[in-house]
């Protein structure tokens, strides 16, 4: 099925700017569409001269017609004449003939886009004739509004140019809608919208008043007014801002209206976003106290970790001195993944970042004196959460580690590849070095112990139970060691 993109890229003589407006029509001519309570195609002449949809909007306030997608789908021959008529048309042309489909009668009215001086397309409302039936105020009024919006596509106009969103949640016409005249007075508020500003603290008739001064009454001296809230009170500019009184929040969006002439007056979208905001305090809230959480166990971590650091000093003992040493370094590794975890959000951290200054602190631990040791990365690990990233990064560590501490054993220098392959939850991880090869690394399978064994406790047990994966020590062809780790990460997101 050809997409919108696709279409548009068979008319090469359409220039950047020109698929852009298309593409910042199709972006905001929902309103129109439920507005008018109508279905919408963007028609446009493919390379062959046929005219085929484009793209297509269907109501969200009444039933569409079109239950089927049409995209990319060429019209009837019966309606090329017409099609034609209408691309010659400077202003919104209507069809001479009325078509059913089913039980409906349906009406088209074309409004063709232009821009720069140039005829892109056709917009095609598709209008049922039964929703024009019967209608109270509530109906005329928002049909009206859809059509001056309608009859601004061809005198470019719609969309917008300048037009400054910044709203998370932008308010539609189902939400509820405003109509002003051209001095900003309230000719017509949908009980949506009247239920808004009666939550935000309102109880005045709004018809017949100057939205301007009803929001201003909401606010109380010293309230933060966002800058863009007087041009959407007046619709003077297509911007959204936000207006918080009563501990309530309305979003609001405006949308100019011009004829010919100029400005006529403008719509304005109203959305209560009260309990999105309440919810996205707790979520702020929430965060927060993970992050200091996450901050104050790295602070307990490190004040470990300097106790260990001197106990070993005090120690007489070498090989007590060696063990503390290591736990200290271990301290220390969870201590720098809950500092990256205290600047996030959403456990989850950038693995590649956390895991290069851990293994930078573990070569600068373990080298001898003049003995230099260079790391370096092919492919990425990319982000990962915390149940992960805990257990991972110790292992990576124990190995490093046990590189420098068995495979450089009188060198004066080497290198250690950290290779990385990640599809999905599946992590293939290579870690090779240049040393003095297999045997003076590994033992039957396992890293070489030295002390306590710890190290390659961790390895094996954070690897094949943790991650249900392998490890697998073999030589290096060139000289040196190979270490293959297979695992399958448990919470590890795309």
């Known amino acids: ?61 009444v039933m569409s017609l079109r239950f089927d997608d049409v995209v990319g789908k060429a019209t009837p021959a019966d309606q090329v004449a017409e099609l034609d008529q209408a691309m010659a048309s400077s202003t919104v042309f209507r069809s001479t003939r009325l078509r059913t489909q089913g039980r409906n009668t349906i009406c088209d009215v074309y409004a063709p886009v232009r821009h720069n001086g140039k005829t892109l397309g056709l917009v095609v409302r598709e209008t049922n004739m039964a929703t024009r039936e019967s209608n109270g105020r509530y109906e005329s009024e928002s049909i009206k509004a859809g059509k001056q919006l309608f009859e601004m596509i061809p005198r470019g106009q719609f969309p917008y140019v300048d037009s400054v969103l910044n709203q998370r949640h932008n308010a ?108 996205e305090k707790e979520l702020q809230t929430k965060d927060a106290t993970i992050s200091e959480i996450h901050h104050r166990v790295k602070n307990n971590l490190q004040a470990v970790s300097a106790l260990l650091r001197l106990q070993a000093r005090r120690t007489k003992n070498e090989e007590v001195r060696k063990e503390l040493g290591e736990a200290q370094r271990r301290v220390q590794t969870i201590a720098v993944l809950h ?38 990365y092919l492919g990425k690990f990319g982000m990962m959460p915390a149940q992960d990233a805990t257990p991972l990064s110790l292992v990576l560590t124990e190995l490093v580690t046990n590189s420098i501490e068995h495979g450089f054993e009188g060198r004066k220098e080497g290198h250690v590849m950290i290779s990385v392959g990640r599809g999905g939850n599946n992590l293939n991880v290579v870690v090779e070095d240049d040393g003095n090869g297999l045997t003076t690394e590994s033992h039957e399978g396992m890293a070489r112990s030295s002390g306590s064994g710890l190290g390659t406790q961790i390895i094996n047990t954070f690897v094949t139970n943790d991650f249900g994966g392998t490890v697998r020590w073999e030589p290096r062809r060139e000289g040196g060691t190979r270490v293959v780790l297979d695992m399958k990460l448990r919470a590890a997101q795309e």
Not at 359 to 376: P, Y
Request: proline share 4%.
């Open 1 to 61: 099925m050809a997409d919108f993109t696709h279409i548009l890229a068979t008319r090469p003589d359409l220039t950047d700017d020109d698929r852009e407006w298309l593409h910042h029509l199709v972006g905001d001519w929902q309103v129109i569409a439920d507005l008018s309570f109508a279905d919408l195609m963007l028609l446009i002449q493919n390379g062959d001269g046929e005219y085929v949809v484009a793209e297509q909007c269907r109501p969200s306030t």
């Open 172 to 279: 539609r016409v189902s939400d509820g809608f405003i109509i002003l005249n051209a001095e900003g007075i309230v000719r017509y508020a949908s009980p949506n919208a009247i239920s808004c500003f009666r939550r935000l603290g309102s109880v005045q008739v709004m018809q017949g008043q100057y939205l301007s001064e009803i929001g201003t009454t909401l606010l109380h001296q010293n309230d933060p007014v966002p800058e863009t809230l007087p041009l959407v009170l007046t619709a003077k500019a297509p911007v959204d801002s936000e207006l918080n009184a009563n501990r309530s929040a309305v979003s609001l969006r405006s949308l100019p209206l011009y004829d010919a002439n100029g400005r006529v007056g403008g719509i304005v979208l109203c959305r209560d976003v009260t309990e999105l905001r309440r919810r």
């Open 339 to 376: 500092e990256g975890l205290s600047q996030s959000a959403d456990e989850v951290v950038d693995f590649d970042k956390v895991i290069a200054n851990l293994l930078r602190m573990s070569v600068d631990l373990a080298v001898a004196k003049d003995q230099h040791i260079e790391i370096n």
